[in-house]
């Protein structure tokens, strides 16, 4: 965990015993469930530090999420990045996402009870839960790890994020391009792209934050359903 706690203090991030001692437990049971469930490619320790702790922590090193934040994570597959967001925030109010059921169970039944942590979990796809009165334009954040293009993201992610609000897409190094040819679909959408804050993890690889200001609210025949959202890009 020594490289954990380095790349935090690097970024601002203070983590005590019991989170360190979360860490540690969240990545034993995620590879051991990864041999019954599909949860990651990545089971060396050392790189599941880096490439899904130091880069889920990341986003408190670049956005300034106040206490008690809402925020919700889109796609979040095993957790990330928000369990370790939970782990280092337990004040953020935290919403995971999937449309993969095993994966969500896995989080609600196992995850969270191990690591004494209380989030919600919901197995859904974001094209129609962000169509409910309940969860439309209610997050202040949302955060995606997901390896849809940027415009086909923005669809499934902004209409979640209250006006004032903030989208913060998660990218490899070379998303400026990609960026470009979403501009249409973030305006469309009631967004406006704020900045794309650039860093290295600890190995050296390059990543980059995406980061879009809600202004607007969303007009109500977006999102799409999933077909059109991919095949169609705004």
Aim: with cysteine; proline share 4%.
């Amino acid at each position: 965990m020594k490289k954990l706690v380095n790349y935090c203090n690097e970024i601002g991030v203070t983590l005590d015993d019991k989170a360190l001692d979360r860490f540690e437990k969240y990545m034993n049971i995620v590879i051991e469930w990864n041999e019954k469930i599909n949860l990651t490619s990545i089971t060396d320790r050392d790189e599941f530090i880096v490439k899904h702790f130091c880069d889920s922590l990341s986003l408190l090193g670049m956005l300034d999420l106040e206490n008690g934040a809402s925020m919700i994570d889109i796609g979040t597959g095993a957790g990330f990045p928000a369990i370790p967001l939970k782990i280092a925030r337990p004040d953020l109010n935290i919403t995971m996402l999937d449309s993969l059921n095993k994966r969500m169970v896995f989080i609600k039944e196992h995850v969270l009870p191990t690591l004494g942590l209380e989030a919600e979990v919901i197995h859904g796809r974001a094209e129609e839960l962000s169509k409910t009165k309940e969860y439309r334009e209610s997050f202040d954040f949302a955060v995606s790890r997901a390896v849809a293009n940027l415009s086909a993201l923005s669809e499934y992610c902004i209409p979640f994020v209250k006006v004032g609000g903030t989208f913060a897409a998660m990218k490899g190094p070379d998303c400026k391009e990609e960026v470009g040819a979403a501009e249409n679909a973030i305006e469309t959408l009631g967004g406006e792209l704020s900045d794309i804050l650039s860093f290295k993890l600890p190995d050296d690889s390059g990543r980059c934050i995406v980061v879009i200001d809600k202004t607007e609210k969303t007009p109500a025949k977006y999102p799409r359903r999933g077909v059109k959202i991919n095949k169609s890009p705004l």
